[in-house]
């Protein structure tokens, strides 16, 4: 005991002398607004234009924001935000801004109960309808007589998981009050997010459009060049280093937050080692450490189901390599519900959920001929065994499922 503790006093004293590497690491964490946001000066200009009316206590339009992650789209949204909070302040206009993380606060309630405590009223954890606390934001914010503006990040994880029902109470929220009024942000990575509202919900939004395209490899030099002059000591990164970080993060479809970690998780190895210079060798370190966190995080963050249909294909692998077809995996995946206590959905919803994961890159499907049987597709795990063993393993609630045994393919065997 006594070692461990010697141990990790000298780590801490150490780090505590300083960092021969960084100097405000920080900087390349993807919630740090820069002074400057590099090549996104277009879209920083069209977002101000359309929310400067609020200066004159004038409503602004609705607007959704698309674009992969990665992209800019909530740096720039807390850039303009947090300029135009600041001139309000300067002008005195009676402007409140709300940026909140919907797939973060998760639950409507929770929304609301956030913009609540905006608004200085306090709404208890949990214990209310839905309703009344959709109410008691109404009378608040009516008691204000603000312009409101609410910007609602990644708003499709929201949708796709509990349905519309949000954006249907706030886009019609400016019927019902007298003296405020409300504009609302919509930050999607979904490109076909309006393909899941509801066309009552369409028809209110009456939304004004932004898209937000991937960087390219010289862009994203840029932005990291930028990001470094603040983040590391002077003469640290290796010639080379700014120019393999962006181009592997280009060919991942110029997302700036994958350079970023890059660049920041390359510093820190260099960093453990006690080395003086980063160098190309701890960026290709750092890109191993980053896929094996990113995907442990995807899982981790799927619906239930979707990780349902994941471990249904993880036991196919684990019981019978070549039953792998989408039949076998509903029939397995409805077991698994059974067993954990869900309700089951239909086939043709395990398809498409199948899809999904697909496009993720967390399960590979090929259609096959089956002959004069017709045409299926066959289905596989698209990263390791491993790694899903170690994802379920740390859920308390497929443990005990990851060692499994579905009487579906005991039967096959037998």
Request: glycine residues 8%; neutral net charge; charged residues 30%.
């Amino acid at each position: 005991m006594v070692l461990q503790q010697n141990v990790l006093d000298n780590v801490f004293n150490d780090f505590l002398k300083g960092s021969l590497i960084f100097k405000k690491r920080e900087a390349l964490r993807h919630d740090y607004i820069p002074d400057s946001l590099p090549h996104r000066e277009d879209q920083i200009r069209y977002l101000g234009e359309m929310l400067a009316p609020s200066l004159r206590g004038s409503i602004c339009s609705n607007i959704l924001i698309y674009g992969k992650t990665g992209t800019g789209k909530t740096a720039v949204v807390n850039y303009v935000l947090g300029r135009l909070g600041a001139k309000a302040e300067e002008l005195g206009a009676n402007i409140v801004v709300s940026f909140i993380n919907c797939r973060l606060v998760g639950t409507e309630y929770r929304i609301f109960s956030y913009l609540c405590s905006n608004l200085e009223t306090e709404i208890p954890f949990t214990g209310l309808a839905l309703g009344e606390v959709f109410d008691r934001f109404k009378k608040a914010l009516d008691s204000k007589n603000v312009l409101f503006i609410i910007a609602l990040d990644e708003i499709d994880a929201i949708v796709k998981n509990r349905g519309d029902i949000l954006l249907y109470e706030l886009t019609r929220i400016n019927e019902g009050l007298k003296s405020s009024r409300v504009t609302i942000l919509g930050i999607s990575n979904d490109l076909k997010f309006k393909e899941l509202l509801d066309p009552r919900v369409l028809s209110t939004l009456r939304e004004e459009e932004l898209i937000f395209r991937p960087y390219n490899a010289e862009e994203l030099h840029d932005i990291l060049y930028e990001r470094a002059k603040t983040a590391f000591q002077e003469t640290v990164l290796d010639k080379g280093v700014i120019d393999l970080c962006s181009a592997l993060a280009a060919a991942e479809h110029g997302d700036a937050r994958r350079a970023l970690d890059l660049l920041r998780v390359a510093g820190e190895v260099a960093e453990r080692r006690g080395d003086k210079f980063v160098n190309e060798g701890h960026v290709r370190e750092a890109q191993m450490r980053i896929e094996h966190d990113r995907i442990l995080e995807t899982i981790k963050s799927l619906p239930m189901h979707s990780r349902i249909v994941l471990l249904s294909v993880f036991l196919l692998k684990n019981f019978d390599v070549d039953r792998s077809i989408t039949g076998d995996i509903y029939n397995v995946y409805c077991e698994l519900c059974d067993e954990i206590g869900y309700t089951s959905l239909t086939q043709r919803r395990i398809s498409g959920l199948i899809s999904e994961l697909d496009i993720m890159g967390l399960l590979n499907s090929k259609v096959i001929s089956l002959g004069r049987y017709g045409r299926t597709k066959k289905i596989s795990l698209g990263v390791s065994g491993k790694v899903i063993n170690q994802c379920f393993l740390g859920d308390e609630r497929f443990r005990k499922m990851v060692n499994f045994r579905p009487n579906y393919l005991i039967n096959l065997k037998d």
